[in-house]
């Protein structure tokens, strides 16, 4: 059983930075990512990164702002956001999953099977 603790949410300018910690058991063989949402709005993928943290993808909103890595030595998926925007506030949520995916599948909600409970980020303008 996989069990995810997300951490590091918080208010921030326009501009500004924070950093997304998600505590992981039982996770170091999956690939990870992380999604958010927005009130009103479906949950969407920004990134998923492969095991051994060689491989990772991006949606084409934070490209370039936002970095994604895992230790899996401390078992923590990190994200790193940079120059963020008002348009990236939402509850952010790690994810883990243990099917075997397509990798241009996972940045889908359908190829997870392990969610944390999510971080909320906000920034404002």
């Known amino acids: 059983q996989v069990q995810l603790v997300e951490s590091g949410g918080g208010s921030v300018q326009a501009g500004g930075s924070l950093r997304l910690s998600c505590a992981a058991s039982?996770?170091?063989?999956?690939?990870m990512g992380w999604f958010r949402q927005a009130p009103g709005n479906v949950r969407e993928g920004v990134a998923t990164i492969s095991p051994r943290g060689d491989w990772t993808n991006y949606a084409d909103s934070v490209k370039g702002r936002f970095t994604i890595s895992r230790d899996n030595a401390k078992n923590t998926l990190y994200l790193q956001m940079n120059t963020l925007k008002p348009e990236d506030t939402a509850m952010y949520y790690c994810?883990?999953?243990?099917?075997?995916?397509?990798?241009?599948?996972?940045?889908?909600?359908?190829?997870?099977?392990?969610w944390g409970q999510g971080t909320q980020v906000t920034v404002s303008s």
């Open positions: 994810a883990a999953t243990s099917k075997v995916v397509w990798p241009s599948m996972l940045l889908t909600l359908e190829s997870y099977n392990y």
């Open positions: 039982g996770s170091s063989i999956y690939y």
